[in-house]
């Protein structure tokens, strides 16, 4: 099966020649890869004679034994100079290796004259691999372009590519059917019918009408065909007498006369003479072809303006090329405005851009630096508050048992004063009886403190780390500067906790706080009134003093000895008890101080105050051109999309430029288009 395009230049005027060689070129441009143009599809059964009829059209004879058009996709472009030549290229398939493509692009061979033409498609097959011992078939396209003063134009292409041209609204079918087989029986038909159901855009052509027994059944059924009356098309049908391949060699002039002997006589002369013969075909072909571009050039114009528009916002999407260093640097001055304006809209909190997204998503949310590290923070003060002791004091004669320790050591406040009596009985000094040494409080809070380094607020400090390195950026960008940069903020992150962490745990507690008086005084009170409370429970032998009705039947002066009583006679253990109840006060001091210090000092100091530091301008001037390569250059995909789209771009403007030029003008018989 073939495509043709033919412009018959002996019934075109200038303008419309003019228009049909813009078309022509716009298709040998490449243009037909993205929009589909006009054309004439010449498709039939093996034998029905397609190539008689093509080379009746255009006078070239065509190798017998290439198999042409069967084992590679074939483009025969013909044109009208004063000069004849024929010259064969290949145009690689996209998959082909680069090693072969190139190899390919370099075969062109030329020829004075046609005589030579087989010889070269077969050097042309032998480029493709395809050898007697090599691939049968090949997806390369072979192109033979043929000039000289009397050609039309002409393309032909494999069975496959052809019926998917079939399907496409703006080509005209040429239906080839041989006389010589049963026409019920002609695939082509079915081809036509399934591509073209209604039949508007086909025309039949019937090959071998000398076949046919003179007064047969089989030539009546062919007459009334081309009659249109048996498979009705809405260009009609053609009838074409071709040579017989085994009288030799012959000429056109002789193919020609013989033509029109035949249809002189017989059955066939009764037929209108325009439906008859390879010179009224030419001029009905022109017609139709002409007529079907002035039909289409509209549709044509709004399709190649959207494929435009498509091709030009894919561009603007791939940025503005970055092949030079120049361009690669200026690149980067660009992208590290942009990061350093979002990185400070992040940490500050605004969130106006369209990079911070739907905050309802997990990625918008993480966008935003500030309200991530916000959360955080007050993460870890509740972690801190939760498990950053080692200790947790509980009540004895409570039944409820901790559900979820970790490292927290549950302990009652009788047992927890005796393990203090008794460190304080080893770490003895020349403090008076009842009292204690200072430093037993530093020991007592070192151990108290013990989770918060290791355990919690490194963690926390890693946590906040990772969360502001996800911020988005480029991926160059990422390995090349910003994951480096964000290492050493986190060694600086871990070097102040440590250096915070550092006081707590190896020096004694100093706070000149206030709040450490009034909480040491607080927690003296709240245990004086639980231990009073206790002792008027057990007195008055009830649960609960809210419970109690005073009914005056109590021994008040036994009361009062029994609130006198409730001291500590042993001097060690008031000691010991003073000193957890100086504990406890300077561990909350010292907690608010450390949960405060880490966030000033290390998250904010040494993380999000050095965020939009990472990539200033000047940076950018002492970067060597092979990491500024790293960083801004473009990748071979990018790269070749670019370019394709380019390519694809300036096709298309000039495809639009050449329809919108011939929107105007007039075919023959006065038609407006």
């Given at each position: 099966?073939?495509?043709?395009?033919?412009?018959?230049?002996?019934?075109?005027?200038?303008?419309?020649?003019?228009?049909?060689?813009?078309?022509?070129?716009?298709?040998?441009?490449?243009?037909?890869?993205?929009?589909?143009?006009?054309?004439?599809?010449?498709?039939?059964?093996?034998?029905?004679?397609?190539?008689?009829?093509?080379?009746?059209?255009?006078?070239?004879?065509?190798?017998?034994?290439?198999?042409?058009?069967?084992?590679?996709?074939?483009?025969?472009?013909?044109?009208?100079?004063?000069?004849?030549?024929?010259?064969?290229?290949?145009?690689?398939?996209?998959?082909?290796?680069?090693?072969?493509?190139?190899?390919?692009?370099?075969?062109?061979?030329?020829?004075?004259?046609?005589?030579?033409?087989?010889?070269?498609?077969?050097?042309?097959?032998?480029?493709?691999?395809?050898?007697?011992?090599?691939?049968?078939?090949?997806?390369?396209?072979?192109?033979?372009?043929?000039?000289?003063?009397?050609?039309?134009?002409?393309?032909?292409?494999?069975?496959?590519?052809?019926?998917?041209?079939?399907?496409?609204?703006?080509?005209?079918?040429?239906?080839?059917?041989?006389?010589?087989?049963?026409?019920?029986?002609?695939?082509?038909?079915?081809?036509?019918?399934?591509?073209?159901?209604?039949?508007?855009?086909?025309?039949?052509?019937?090959?071998?009408?000398?076949?046919?027994?003179?007064?047969?059944?089989?030539?009546?059924?062919?007459?009334?065909?081309?009659?249109?009356?048996?498979?009705?098309?809405?260009?009609?049908?053609?009838?074409?007498?071709?040579?017989?391949?085994?009288?030799?060699?012959?000429?056109?002039?002789?193919?020609?006369?013989?033509?029109?002997?035949?249809?002189?006589?017989?059955?066939?002369?009764?037929?209108?003479?325009?439906?008859?013969?390879?010179?009224?075909?030419?001029?009905?072909?022109?017609?139709?072809?002409?007529?079907?571009?002035?039909?289409?050039?509209?549709?044509?114009?709004?399709?190649?303006?959207?494929?435009?528009?498509?091709?030009?916002?894919?561009?603007?999407?791939?940025?503005?090329?970055?092949?030079?260093?120049?361009?690669?640097?200026?690149?980067?001055?660009?992208?590290?405005?942009?990061?350093?304006?979002?990185?400070?809209?992040?940490?500050?909190?605004?969130?106006?851009?369209?990079?911070?997204?739907?905050?309802?998503?997990?990625?918008?949310?993480?966008?935003?630096?500030?309200?991530?590290?916000?959360?955080?923070?007050?993460?870890?003060?509740?972690?801190?508050?939760?498990?950053?002791?080692?200790?947790?004091?509980?009540?004895?004669?409570?039944?409820?048992?901790?559900?979820?320790?970790?490292?927290?050591?549950?302990?009652?406040?009788?047992?927890?004063?005796?393990?203090?009596?008794?460190?304080?009985?080893?770490?003895?000094?020349?403090?008076?009886?009842?009292?204690?040494?200072?430093?037993?409080?530093?020991?007592?809070?070192?151990?108290?403190?013990?989770?918060?380094?290791?355990?919690?607020?490194?963690?926390?400090?890693?946590?906040?780390?990772?969360?502001?390195?996800?911020?988005?950026?480029?991926?160059?960008?990422?390995?090349?500067?910003?994951?480096?940069?964000?290492?050493?903020?986190?060694q600086e992150m871990h070097d102040k906790t440590t250096e915070l962490l550092t006081p707590h745990q190896h020096g004694h507690p100093i706070t000149y706080n206030h709040y450490f008086t009034e909480t040491l005084q607080k927690v003296c009170r709240e245990r004086g009134k639980n231990e009073r409370e206790r002792i008027l429970r057990r007195f008055f032998d009830v649960d609960s003093l809210k419970t109690w009705l005073l009914d005056g039947h109590y021994d008040l002066g036994r009361l009062a000895d029994s609130l006198a009583e409730s001291g500590e006679p042993d001097m060690g253990r008031f000691a010991a008890s003073e000193a957890l109840d100086c504990l406890n006060a300077y561990y909350k001091v010292a907690l608010k101080r450390f949960?405060?210090?880490?966030?000033?000092?290390?998250?904010?100091?040494?993380?999000?105050?050095?965020?939009?530091?990472?990539?200033?301008?000047?940076?950018?001037?002492?970067?060597?051109?092979?990491?500024?390569?790293?960083?801004?250059?473009?990748?071979?995909?990018?790269?070749?999309?670019?370019?394709?789209?380019?390519?694809?771009?300036?096709?298309?403007?000039?495809?639009?430029?050449?329809?919108?030029?011939?929107?105007?003008?007039?075919?023959?018989?006065?038609?407006?288009?």
């Amino acid at each position: 099966m073939v495509a043709v395009q033919s412009s018959l230049r002996k019934l075109c005027s200038q303008d419309q020649l003019t228009l049909l060689d813009s078309i022509d070129q716009l298709r040998l441009q490449g243009i037909n890869n993205y929009i589909s143009l006009p054309q004439i599809i010449v498709c039939g059964d093996q034998s029905s004679g397609k190539s008689s009829v093509l080379e009746a059209i255009s006078g070239v004879s065509f190798p017998v034994k290439s198999n042409l058009c069967t084992r590679f996709p074939t483009e025969l472009v013909l044109r009208r100079t004063s000069r004849i030549s024929a010259s064969v290229s290949i145009v690689p398939n996209e998959s082909r290796p680069e090693t072969e493509r190139k190899a390919l692009l370099a075969f062109r061979e030329e020829l004075d004259g046609f005589d030579n033409l087989p010889q070269l498609v077969e050097r042309a097959k032998a480029a493709m691999g395809i050898t007697a011992y090599g691939r049968a078939f090949a997806k390369d396209i072979l192109r033979i372009e043929v000039t000289g003063p009397d050609q039309p134009h002409l393309t032909i292409l494999i069975q496959d590519v052809v019926q998917s041209y079939m399907r496409e609204p703006r080509c005209i079918i040429l239906a080839v059917v041989s006389a010589k087989n049963d026409f019920a029986n002609q695939i082509v038909l079915k081809l036509a019918r399934t591509a073209d159901p209604s039949g508007t855009r086909t025309l039949g052509v019937i090959t071998k009408p000398d076949t046919l027994i003179p007064g047969g059944g089989s030539e009546a059924l062919y007459v009334s065909v081309a009659r249109n009356q048996e498979v009705e098309f809405r260009h009609g049908w053609h009838v074409l007498k071709n040579m017989d391949s085994e009288k030799g060699s012959w000429s056109l002039a002789t193919r020609d006369a013989e033509e029109a002997e035949f249809f002189g006589s017989g059955v066939w002369k009764t037929l209108p003479l325009s439906s008859l013969g390879i010179s009224n075909l030419r001029g009905r072909l022109s017609k139709v072809l002409l007529g079907q571009i002035a039909a289409e050039l509209p549709g044509l114009v709004h399709e190649i303006e959207q494929k435009f528009k498509s091709c030009h916002d894919q561009l603007e999407k791939l940025g503005k090329p970055r092949a030079s260093p120049q361009e690669q640097r200026l690149y980067l001055f660009y992208l590290s405005g942009s990061f350093q304006a979002l990185v400070k809209a992040s940490v500050g909190g605004n969130y106006n851009d369209p990079f911070f997204l739907d905050a309802k998503t997990e990625s918008g949310y993480q966008q935003r630096i500030r309200a991530v590290i916000q959360n955080l923070n007050e993460d870890f003060a509740s972690e801190m508050s939760l498990r950053g002791h080692h200790h947790q004091v509980v009540d004895p004669e409570s039944k409820a048992v901790p559900s979820d320790s970790h490292d927290v050591v549950y302990i009652t406040r009788d047992d927890f004063i005796s393990q203090i009596e008794h460190l304080m009985r080893r770490t003895r000094g020349c403090e008076l009886p009842g009292t204690f040494n200072p430093m037993i409080v530093a020991e007592l809070f070192l151990e108290q403190c013990r989770p918060w380094g290791a355990i919690i607020a490194r963690r926390h400090v890693d946590n906040v780390w990772d969360a502001a390195s996800r911020f988005s950026t480029a991926k160059a960008l990422q390995y090349e500067v910003v994951e480096s940069a964000m290492n050493g903020v986190l060694q600086e992150m871990h070097d102040k906790t440590t250096e915070l962490l550092t006081p707590h745990q190896h020096g004694h507690p100093i706070t000149y706080n206030h709040y450490f008086t009034e909480t040491l005084q607080k927690v003296c009170r709240e245990r004086g009134k639980n231990e009073r409370e206790r002792i008027l429970r057990r007195f008055f032998d009830v649960d609960s003093l809210k419970t109690w009705l005073l009914d005056g039947h109590y021994d008040l002066g036994r009361l009062a000895d029994s609130l006198a009583e409730s001291g500590e006679p042993d001097m060690g253990r008031f000691a010991a008890s003073e000193a957890l109840d100086c504990l406890n006060a300077y561990y909350k001091v010292a907690l608010k101080r450390f949960i405060d210090d880490v966030a000033v000092e290390v998250i904010e100091a040494k993380l999000m105050s050095a965020l939009d530091r990472i990539l200033p301008p000047v940076s950018i001037y002492q970067m060597p051109d092979n990491q500024v390569a790293r960083i801004a250059g473009e990748s071979d995909e990018i790269r070749t999309e670019r370019e394709q789209l380019n390519k694809q771009l300036e096709v298309l403007r000039n495809g639009l430029e050449t329809c919108k030029r011939f929107a105007g003008f007039r075919i023959s018989g006065g038609k407006n288009w």
